[in-house]
C-alpha cells in the first residue's frame, strides 16, 4: 500500500514537471476603414491565401460620412470596394454601381489600419 502510494507521488511530481502547452492568443488586426464621400460603399475582405486567414467579411455597409471597424486575423487579403447606391457625387465617378476594384494587402496582427475613403470630389465635414 505504502508502494502504491509512493509511485503515485513519483508519478504526479513527473507530469507536474512537464511543460504545459497553451495556445496562442488571437491578436487581430484592426482596420478603420472611414467614408468621406456622400457615397454608399461596400467592402469585403478576403484571405489571398486558404492558409495565411481562417475568414474574410464580405459586403461591409459603409453609409455615406460614416467609419466601420473590422477585425481580422493577420494575413494577406484581396480587399474590394464596391459602390452600393449612386447617389451626391455619383455622377462624377467612372464606378457605377456593381462595379469593384480590388487590392491586395497585407495586414499584421495587432496593428491597427485607417483607410480614409475619399474621391475627388468629396468635401470632408458636409454634403455638396
Same mark, same amino acid.
Given at each position: 500500500m505504502?508502494?502504491?502510494?509512493?509511485?503515485?507521488? /513519483?508519478?504526479? /511530481?513527473?507530469?507536474? %514537471?512537464?511543460?504545459?502547452?497553451?495556445?496562442?492568443?488571437? +491578436? *487581430?488586426?484592426?482596420i478603420?476603414?472611414?467614408n @468621406?464621400? +456622400?457615397? /454608399?460603399? $461596400?467592402?469585403s475582405? @478576403?484571405?489571398?491565401? /486558404?492558409?495565411d486567414?481562417?475568414?474574410?467579411?464580405?459586403?461591409?455597409? =459603409?453609409? *455615406?460620412?460614416?467609419? $466601420?471597424?473590422? #477585425?481580422?486575423?493577420?494575413?494577406?487579403?484581396?480587399?474590394?470596394?464596391? &459602390?452600393? %447606391?449612386p %447617389?451626391? !457625387?455619383?455622377?462624377?465617378?467612372? &464606378?457605377? *454601381?456593381?462595379?469593384? +476594384? !480590388?487590392? #491586395?494587402? $497585407?495586414?499584421?496582427?495587432?496593428? =491597427?489600419?485607417?483607410? *480614409?475613403?475619399?474621391?475627388?470630389?468629396?468635401? !470632408?465635414?458636409?454634403?455638396?
Amino acid at each position: 500500500m505504502r508502494l502504491a502510494g509512493l509511485l503515485l507521488l /513519483a508519478m504526479g /511530481a513527473g507530469c507536474a %514537471s512537464s511543460p504545459r502547452k497553451v495556445a496562442p492568443a488571437f +491578436d *487581430p488586426a484592426e482596420i478603420v476603414v472611414e467614408n @468621406h464621400t +456622400d457615397l /454608399a460603399w $461596400r467592402v469585403s475582405f @478576403h484571405p489571398a491565401l /486558404a492558409s495565411d486567414a481562417p475568414k474574410g467579411v464580405s459586403g461591409l455597409a =459603409i453609409p *455615406p460620412r460614416e467609419t $466601420r471597424r473590422v #477585425t481580422l486575423a493577420g494575413g494577406s487579403y484581396v480587399v474590394s470596394r464596391e &459602390l452600393a %447606391s449612386p %447617389s451626391g !457625387e455619383a455622377g462624377a465617378l467612372s &464606378l457605377s *454601381p456593381g462595379t469593384a +476594384d !480590388e487590392v #491586395t494587402l $497585407r495586414f499584421e496582427p495587432g496593428r =491597427i489600419y485607417t483607410w *480614409p475613403m475619399g474621391t475627388l470630389f468629396s468635401m !470632408e465635414g458636409s454634403a455638396q
